[in-house]
């Protein structure tokens, strides 16, 4: 049965996820284009397993204080962020972007254990790319689960949950999957239950609009929290704008936080 879940999970979210990239290319008139003025780009790859592993490095000319580590959503690519990972840079905040096996030049095929194996991988890389700085663990939307999930494994100084589901089933419920293909799904990335077991300073960011993963998800999740966390619900933003239309009044409160002594609120 077990078998059978996963290879669910891998042809919902292979199926799901072209959809959604597709669907993303028709948003590209009301992407919001941030200019390379400060930035400084560096395009990689490296190795999960027997997969190789596209990913970008965006960072400031001058010395960044502090770095994410970025695991994006289902329906995104290295691409689709390349605006906001700018915004970050101009902000002193370098960021590390990588496609999940099977997306984007990433090779391989989703797997719910490759997709963490990716992100360990890629958390293991950023010391060398960026020695001496303090790394922060940052899940959007579908990678909130695989950054809840490996997070007491990597021990960043803070994570950050954006646009977070309280768990995959009911994250697929929230996606509309017909029934009984939630329920089918791997039991995974349960992120309330990981929010109950995570001793790491966590900080919840989630849009007051988000019409996908309501912002009562984002609420229990702060709820089980077992460490020192933060919960900011953003106005008047939506699950996909931060990405499509990155703005200082969402990535600002996690570009205050990055670098920070705890990775929460600045002087708390």
């Known amino acids: 049965?077990?078998?059978?879940?996963?290879?669910?999970?891998?042809?919902?979210?292979?199926?799901?996820?072209?959809?959604?990239?597709?669907?993303g290319r028709l948003l590209r008139r009301n992407r919001l284009r941030i200019k390379k003025r400060g930035t400084f780009r560096?395009?990689?790859?490296?190795?999960?397993?027997?997969?190789?592993?596209?990913?970008?490095?965006?960072?400031?000319?001058?010395?960044?204080?502090?770095?994410?580590?970025?695991?994006?959503?289902?329906?995104?690519?290295?691409?689709?962020?390349?605006?906001?990972?700018?915004?970050?840079?101009?902000?002193?905040?370098?960021?590390?972007?990588?496609?999940?096996?099977?997306?984007?030049?990433?090779?391989?095929?989703?797997d719910v254990n490759q997709c963490e194996a990716d992100a360990r991988a890629a958390y293991r890389l950023l010391p060398e790319l960026m020695p001496g700085r303090p790394i922060s663990l940052l899940g959007y939307s579908l990678g909130s689960?695989?950054?809840?999930?490996?997070?007491?494994?990597?021990q960043p100084q803070q994570l950050i949950l954006c646009a977070s589901f309280t768990s995959l089933r009911e994250a697929a419920v929230?996606?509309?999957?017909?029934?009984?293909?939630?329920?089918?799904?791997?039991?995974?990335?349960?992120?309330?239950?990981?929010?109950?077991?995570?001793?790491i300073p966590t900080l919840l960011v989630h849009g007051e609009d988000d019409r996908l993963f309501s912002s009562k998800m984002a609420k229990k999740l702060a709820e089980a929290c077992a460490s020192p966390h933060?919960?900011?619900?953003?106005?008047?933003?939506?699950?996909a704008k931060p990405i499509f239309a990155p703005e200082l009044a969402y990535w600002g409160h996690i570009i205050d936080r990055v670098g920070t002594h705890d990775g929460l609120r600045p002087g708390a």
């Open 1 to 23: 049965m077990r078998r059978f879940q996963y290879w669910v999970f891998t042809v919902a979210v292979t199926i799901v996820s072209r959809l959604f990239i597709a669907g």
């Open 42 to 110: 560096v395009r990689t790859t490296f190795p999960s397993g027997e997969n190789v592993i596209d990913a970008k490095l965006v960072q400031p000319v001058g010395e960044a204080k502090g770095v994410v580590l970025i695991c994006h959503g289902i329906g995104e690519t290295v691409w689709h962020w390349k605006s906001t990972q700018r915004l970050l840079a101009q902000n002193g905040i370098a960021s590390l972007l990588f496609n999940y096996s099977g997306w984007g030049r990433s090779t391989g095929f989703p």
């Open 145 to 154: 689960g695989i950054a809840a999930s490996i997070a007491p494994q990597v």
């Open 174 to 199: 929230s996606l509309g999957f017909p029934w009984p293909l939630p329920y089918l799904l791997p039991p995974v990335w349960n992120n309330v239950e990981a929010m109950r077991q995570c001793s």
């Open 230 to 239: 933060e919960l900011i619900l953003v106005p008047d933003s939506t699950h």
